[in-house]
């Protein structure tokens, strides 16, 4: 770690003092919450929170998620290939934060955490009765990276409470969604504008 003359820490990844997983955990924030439902082959099922995130294709449709070690969520991924993602609404803090206790295996974190579970529409593991919007999905591939696994889920299935829809539109109003910051910091719903985006650069004004 050295301090440059415009008063910048620098973090050199593989100086022996140097963390990069709880720096990049508070530097790539916010990330959105995945609550992913999975069943075990036994028919186990398991609720668990991973903000390592993300849209990966847009056509066709695939998230993806990572597991950091090995976890129940990843074990029946692979075990069983489906899995539901249902969002972290603001209203289910507590019980997401419970469901990312380190549960036994044959515990059903939604039962603990007092979460309704309903049926999906296109796979076995159930959704989050309570949540505005679930993702149905079927395993696309695996990736493994260093202590980490990458998850590529295809999706098969999108279900939005009528309630959270406005046309086709899902609101962030009705959906509320958390995201993850660093350490143990949770982020609220944000502030949301509308901009659209410039489509030509003429419609850019120029400033330099
Ligand atoms: C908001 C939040 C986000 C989390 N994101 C991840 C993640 O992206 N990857 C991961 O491996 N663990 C993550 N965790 C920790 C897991 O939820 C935790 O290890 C949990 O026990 C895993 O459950 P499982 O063994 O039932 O899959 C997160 C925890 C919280 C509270």
């Known amino acids: 770690m050295t301090a440059t003359a415009a008063s910048r820490r620098v973090f050199v990844v593989g100086d022996p003092d140097v963390k990069p997983y709880p720096l990049l955990n508070s530097l790539v924030v916010p990330r959105p919450i995945a609550w992913i439902s999975t069943l075990s082959e036994d028919g186990v099922g398991n609720l668990a929170p991973h903000s390592f995130f993300t849209v990966a294709c847009a056509r066709p449709p695939i998230v993806q998620f990572t597991s950091v070690g090995s976890k129940d969520t990843l074990r029946n991924v692979r075990a069983t290939g489906e899995a539901t993602i249902s969002i972290a609404s603001r209203p289910l803090l507590d019980q997401v934060n419970g469901s990312s206790a380190p549960f036994d295996a044959d515990v059903d974190e939604a039962g603990w955490v007092g979460v309704t579970m309903e049926p999906s529409e296109r796979v076995a ?55 993850r910051l660093g350490i143990n910091e949770w982020g609220l719903p944000p502030e949301v504008i509308a901009l659209d985006r410039p489509r030509r650069a003429e419609d850019v004004p120029r400033r330099g």
């Open 125 to 179: 593991p159930p959704r989050v009765a309570s949540s505005p919007a679930s993702l149905e999905c079927t395993l696309h591939s695996i990736v493994e990276l260093g202590d980490s696994t990458v998850v590529f889920l295809d999706v098969v299935a999108i279900t939005v409470e009528e309630a959270a829809l406005d046309g086709d539109h899902p609101t962030m109003a009705a959906l509320q969604p958390m995201s």
